[in-house]
């Protein structure tokens, strides 16, 4: 599984205003809980929670069958003011420890709900692929290869971005996801100890996601260059987007089921409302009008 998300993970980065490190991490996030959902059927979703320890508080992300993804950051403005050692952003200072939770969600099946799926597993890195390698070993008994990456830039710069919030050259107008995506190699129970082997070399040797990214590779020649001489067939292509369900109705039918005396109390304290979505950080104002229409139909019912 490999996928190029410059694009969703942009929008989303532009939608939530998230800060350098706090871009980098959701856009792992996304990225993962995208991959996670590529098996997915139907009407099933995958959600995808890093409850974490440090600073970036909560990262969420929900993906279904279609390709679609959405997904936040409880503090957009988490950031850190230098590198790790390896000179890319210091994401595991953000994350800290905590817990990966991963819930599958079968939707309907002949008008029945089914039961939703939860597995978990303790944050063991904070640099996001690993943990969902750890989860899929630990959770799911697939041992995998994961690699997210994300690349941020200033403009058209070619260096990468790694200037502090605080220094006067930030803005965060001119911030921009230059490159994201990840792959997900995962073993078969009958893989040989030759095989894995095999494949553990050419792992070490395979630039990184976003290299292969800015070198114009898509997701099948990621995946080509990642499994080298190994042979692949495509099962099933889909173009990922960053999709929220949230909508203006959607707003009025929760105001709604607020209550009639919720919603009187809306009216008459601040002649109106208003509604964000967590996923998408839409914002949708309520009118008077409309909170006064919601109260007649409480009436009629």
Do not use: W
């Amino acid at each position: 599984m490999a996928a190029v998300t410059t694009s969703l993970v942009g929008e989303a980065c532009r939608r939530h205003r998230t800060f350098p490190t706090a871009s980098v991490a959701l856009g792992r996030v996304l990225t993962g809980g995208l991959l996670l959902g590529s098996s997915l059927k139907d009407l099933e979703k995958i959600t995808v929670q890093f409850h974490c320890e440090g600073p970036i508080g909560n990262i969420i992300a929900q993906s279904d069958a279609k390709g679609s993804v959405r997904g936040y950051v409880t503090n957009p403005e988490a950031d850190v003011t230098s590198m790790n050692s390896y000179g890319k952003f210091d994401v595991r200072a953000l994350v800290g420890g905590g817990t990966m939770y991963v819930t599958r969600d079968a939707g309907f099946e002949i008008g029945l709900m089914k039961e939703p799926y939860q597995g978990s597993v303790p944050i063991v890195s904070g640099e996001i692929g690993e943990d969902f390698a750890y989860y899929l070993a630990k959770s799911e008994q697939i041992n995998s290869a994961v690699s997210l990456g994300v690349l941020m830039k200033v403009d058209e710069d070619e260096a990468s971005f790694n200037q502090p919030v605080a220094s006067p050259e930030f803005s965060l107008e001119r911030l921009r996801v230059a490159a994201a995506g990840g792959y997900i190699v995962q073993m078969m129970p009958s893989a040989d100890e030759d095989l894995i082997n095999h494949l553990e070399n050419i792992l070490s040797d395979t630039p990184s996601v976003t290299e292969m990214i800015r070198s114009g590779l898509g997701p099948q020649e990621m995946l080509e260059t990642v499994l080298g001489d190994l042979e692949i067939s495509l099962l099933e292509e889909t173009e990922p987007r960053f999709y929220c369900q949230c909508s203006r109705e959607r707003a009025l039918l929760i105001i709604s089921a607020l209550g009639e005396a919720e919603v009187r109390d809306m009216l008459v304290k601040d002649n109106g409302a208003e509604l964000i979505c967590h996923f998408c950080n839409e914002r949708y104002q309520i009118s008077a009008e409309e909170l006064l229409e919601l109260l007649k139909e409480y009436g009629e019912a």
